[in-house]
């Protein structure tokens, strides 16, 4: 079946380090993929998303290629920042068929300042 | 615009009683979709629901059922919790079904507790 592997956390970060999470995934077809960023105590929140081979999706200087020659889609931002302390989801959802997530086990960022 | 709402936030209950959580989505959306998230892991796929019709359904017991209502609001039913149904409980909404196209919102989640 499809499945979503994360890297293990915690990544424990200096602020103004460079960060990259890595996500690896299995899936027939061309599925979209997705990052999900979890603050404490709060829901999911969509981060970037990339639905074909070599888009990249990038939000608040996060940003992610789908790459199908490694079946990755792996996290990466600059410079981050005590904000960006949260848990952090990579997802594939199959095209065709219904609406249905696959999400990793979630890796967990702490950003010390 | 109000995001995706849930209630309640927290809920403590014992073994074999039932609960009900509840989910509002956002203005406009029609499909509702529900995860059970456990501690230390990624959200797994409850049920979803798109036009009051159920549309699909992960691996989960009889024990679990939902419904959407004619203003896309939806229920979540638990029945004889177990104590291994302690979970955040996640309720998504999105506009339509489509692959790639569309996003799903996360709500805050219902915070369960079975003792």
């Known amino acids: 079946g499809d499945s979503v592997t994360q890297m293990e956390g915690p990544v424990t970060l200096s602020e103004e380090a460079f960060l990259t999470i890595n996500c690896t995934y299995t899936?027939?077809?061309?599925?979209?993929l997705f990052w999900y960023v979890q603050y404490p105590g709060e829901g999911l929140q969509l981060l970037l998303k990339a639905t074909k081979a070599d888009d990249k999706g990038s939000n608040k200087g996060f940003e992610a290629t789908y790459r199908k020659e490694t079946t990755s889609f792996h996290l990466e931002k600059g410079s981050v920042q005590v904000s960006d302390s949260a848990v952090y989801f990579c997802?594939?959802?199959?095209?065709?068929?219904?609406?249905?997530?696959?999400f990793g086990r979630g890796t967990s960022l702490i950003v010390h300042p | 615009d109000a995001g995706v709402t849930q209630s309640p936030t927290h809920l403590i209950k014992t073994r074999g009683q039932h609960v009900t959580l509840r989910c509002s989505p956002i203005?406009?959306?029609?499909?509702v979709s529900w995860y059970q998230q456990v501690l230390g892991q990624g959200p797994q796929f409850i049920f979803q629901y798109y036009e009051k019709e159920e549309r699909g359904r992960g691996n989960f017991p009889d024990r679990f059922s939902a419904r959407q209502f004619p203003n896309y609001s939806s229920e979540l039913n638990v029945n004889a919790l177990l104590l291994g149904d302690s979970a955040l409980y996640l309720c998504?909404?999105?506009?339509?079904?489509?692959?790639?196209?569309?996003?799903?919102?996360f709500g805050p989640g219902t915070r369960l507790t079975v003792l």
């Open positions: 998504a909404s999105s506009l339509v079904l489509a692959v790639g196209t569309d996003t799903q919102y």
């Open positions: 997802a594939l959802i199959k095209s065709g068929g219904s609406y249905i997530p696959t």
């Open positions: 203005s406009g959306h029609k499909s």
């Open positions: 899936a027939t077809g061309y599925p979209s």
